[in-house]
């Protein structure tokens, strides 16, 4: 291992043709990624990575044909360069990342992370993001760390040991600081609506926006609620401090909240800054259906672009464009329909574009991804109304999605689903 003085001295031993992991979110190493994209002697580099932060040097147009970004879940900042051409998306279960990586599928050469100060026995953490780096650090032959005074030390498999470093140097800046979206009556309906079906002893998974904060706002009167996330933000920090989440009776991990990653304001970050009732863990781990259905109660809280009348769910574009991902949506919807007495949830406004366009739609706009199939679809959640698909026939959770449309869409919709063969099947 080698401390240097700068992110540009400790990229130094890149070479052209090499696979590089990056860590997210919050725990994007921006000066390393900077410094990568100022070495105009590279070329052929791969960058592997979710979603990132902070930066757009690695996927600007300046550096097509030296970097080329591979993202498992495109962020804002890979967008532009996805639609154009110049990076690449791979539709993955983020469950399913990890194993890329430890099979050799896909071999990196190295990880770039941004770590934790080491503790007394010299040992750094993950900090806000376990997720993928997990396997990287693990599997990666280099690993070269920007060490951050303000990155909080975390507790669970989150610990890289000083001397599996390749070079490392010191910061002390901020981490990407993101308050709670503000919630707006659609949100704060939908919220609603999804807090009814939350039972006492339920397990959550949430994501970040206003709808999940929307609900986790309206949790307060429930009792021993428990988590076990891919993720998680602000809005549950006050249902933990209140005992309304106690972590008791949930199966895997009990007595402490699970995640693989948060994202959030600086009161998050301190909150998990050596918190050991916050427990970080790889998303193999964490989006394991095998271990998410052995918890009681599992309500699964799920976003969505678009949704068919049959029950088809786009989350990750916008036709042909990349939006996002398939993440772990797939995961939760699965584990929580396994897990007894679960509810999968998929939670949507109704319309977008000011109104203008009905997000429950006939058929799904041209090259949009399926994300979650219409036969692992179950709780469908928008400001008028929750319905359950589960075992109903095309015709029938047709009608139901119909009910939950926008009022200046319903009759539209009805035409077009009476129009169907599988509407008219009916003696």
């Not at 584990?335 to 203008?356: D, N, Q, Y």
Request: glycine residues 8%; hydrophobic residues 40%; aromatic residues 6%.
């Amino acid at each position: 291992m080698a401390r240097v003085s700068s992110a540009l001295d400790a990229v130094s031993g890149i070479r052209s043709g090499m696979h590089i992991f990056v860590h997210g979110c919050a725990a994007t190493p921006v000066p390393l990624l900077d410094a990568l994209a100022s070495r105009d002697d590279l070329r052929d580099i791969t960058v592997y990575h979710l979603h990132t932060e902070g930066t757009s040097s690695f996927v600007s147009p300046e550096v097509a044909g030296r970097i080329r970004s591979c993202s498992f879940f495109t962020g804002p900042a890979a967008r532009p360069a996805v639609q154009d051409g110049r990076a690449d998306f791979v539709p993955v279960f983020l469950s399913d990342v990890p194993a890329l990586f430890y099979s050799g599928r896909v071999k990196l050469d190295a990880a770039f992370v941004q770590l934790s100060p080491a503790d007394r026995h010299g040992m750094h953490t993950l900090g806000t993001s376990v997720d993928t780096a997990r396997a990287a650090v693990d599997t990666a032959p280099m690993v070269i760390a920007e060490i951050n005074a303000q990155m909080p030390r975390t507790s669970g498999n989150t610990v890289v040991e000083r001397r599996k470093l390749t070079a490392w140097f010191e910061t002390d800046r901020a981490l990407p600081d993101h308050p709670p979206t503000p919630i707006g009556p659609i949100e704060s309906r939908i919220g609603e609506l999804i807090a009814d079906l939350v039972e006492d002893g339920s397990t959550l998974q949430m994501g970040i926006g206003a709808i999940p904060d929307a609900v986790l706002a309206r949790l307060g009167n429930k009792r021993d609620l428990a988590v076990h996330s891919e993720m998680f933000s602000d809005g549950l920090i006050e249902l933990i401090e209140n005992g309304v989440v106690t972590n008791r009776l949930k199966k895997v991990h009990p007595g402490r909240t699970v995640t693989s990653f948060v994202n959030g304001s600086r009161r998050l970050y301190d909150f998990v800054h050596e918190n050991a009732l916050v427990e970080f863990h790889g998303c193999d781990r964490t989006n394991d259906t095998a271990m998410i259905r052995k918890n009681p109660k599992v309500v699964a809280i799920n976003s969505a672009l678009e949704v068919d009348l049959t029950g088809q769910v786009c989350a990750d574009s916008m036709g042909h464009r990349i939006y996002s991902g398939i993440g772990g949506q797939m995961d939760f919807i699965r584990g929580a329909a396994l897990s007894e007495g679960g509810k999968p949830i998929i939670a949507l406004p109704s319309t977008a574009a000011g109104g203008r366009i009905s997000r429950i739609t006939a058929e799904l706009a041209a090259g949009a991804g399926v994300v979650t199939t219409r036969g692992h679809v179950h709780w469908v959640v928008t400001e008028y109304g929750a319905v359950n698909l589960y075992g109903l026939s095309l015709r029938q959770r047709g009608e139901a999605l119909c009910s939950i449309a926008h009022p200046d869409f319903r009759a539209d919709l009805a035409r077009k689903l009476a129009a169907t063969r599988h509407y008219t099947i009916r003696a």
